[in-house]
């Protein structure tokens, strides 16, 4: 704001060309400012020049590698050069240094403050964070008799990554077939690419029980006739004892007939 010597009328000039005719002028560019001031007598007197600079703003813009990324990573935010800088998340002041990492989702933008005191702020940079996928493994069981399988069933995922402790499995697939004991896990990716891992399944082998022959269906076995098995075959019993297994004249198991031992 220039303002002249008080006067009746006035007249204002940058260089050569009139700019104004108030008592005060509003400078908008650089220039070398007078101003003719006439008394109400009609007498003229010119000022001296009031040479006026314009210092540039600074550039505010913001660089970012990424602009969006998963749940628990970030995205490095770079200012333009300046000599202070104030980041804003939306109207709520998040930073001062000449870059930012951004944790959270948001509209971004950066004060730059040249050397000059003049500022500048950028235009908004979008933040976006996408969300982990659920990584689960569901099984029917979680112990299995020695020499069979469980099946583990990961939750929905556009690729998947099994471990058998820090062994990865050949299995890319949603489910994997447990054929050894272990403590399993599997790495889900959603379509956006981002993963997660889920908690471990421990799988366990069951040891057979040992199980006798019952030929005549006593409920008590041939202890020279046995198997390993989880579950009770066909014709075995759980017990043995069966001293006469296949008297039919018995009428005790383990006593044949005539109740003679």
């Known amino acids: 704001l220039l303002t002249a010597s008080t006067g009746a009328s006035y007249k204002w000039f940058n260089g050569t060309t009139q700019v104004g005719i108030g ?7 650089a220039g070398s400012y007078k101003v003719e001031v006439t008394n109400f007598s009609g007498c003229k007197a010119t000022s ?3 040479v006026i600079t314009v210092t540039p703003l600074p550039t505010a813009t913001i660089t970012a590698p990424v602009t969006s990324f998963c749940a628990g990573s970030s995205a490095l935010l770079t200012a333009s050069t300046g000599a202070s800088y104030k980041w804003f998340n939306g109207t709520t002041q ?9 944790l959270a989702a948001g509209s971004y933008k950066v004060e730059v403050t040249n050397s000059s005191g003049c500022k500048a702020t950028s235009a908004a940079k979008v933040i976006t964070v996408t969300p982990l996928p659920t990584a689960t493994i ?3 069981v979680t112990s299995f008799c020695d020499g069979g399988s469980v099946l583990l069933i990961a939750s929905e995922g556009v690729s998947y990554k099994w471990f ?9 697939t949603e489910t ?11 790495e889900v990716t959603n379509s956006a ?3 997660a891992t889920s908690a471990a399944k421990i799988i366990t082998v069951t040891t057979g029980s040992t199980w006798y022959a ?5 409920g008590k076995g041939d202890a020279t006739v046995k198997l390993i098995a989880c579950t009770q075959p066909l014709g075995y019993a759980a017990v043995s004892g069966d001293t006469c297994p296949v008297d039919p004249l018995k009428f005790l198991a383990g006593n044949c007939g005539c109740n003679k031992t």
């Open 23 to 29: 008592a005060t002028y509003t400078a908008l560019a």
């Open 94 to 102: 998040v930073g001062i240094g000449a870059t930012y990492t951004a």
């Open 193 to 195: 690419g981002c993963k």
């Open 164 to 172: 058998n402790g820090t062994t990865v499995m050949e299995t890319t």
């Open 48 to 50: 001296a020049a009031k």
């Open 214 to 218: 019952d030929a005549d269906g006593d």
């Open 176 to 186: 994997h077939t447990a054929t050894v004991v272990g403590s399993y896990k599997v």
């Open 138 to 140: 569901n099984a029917p």
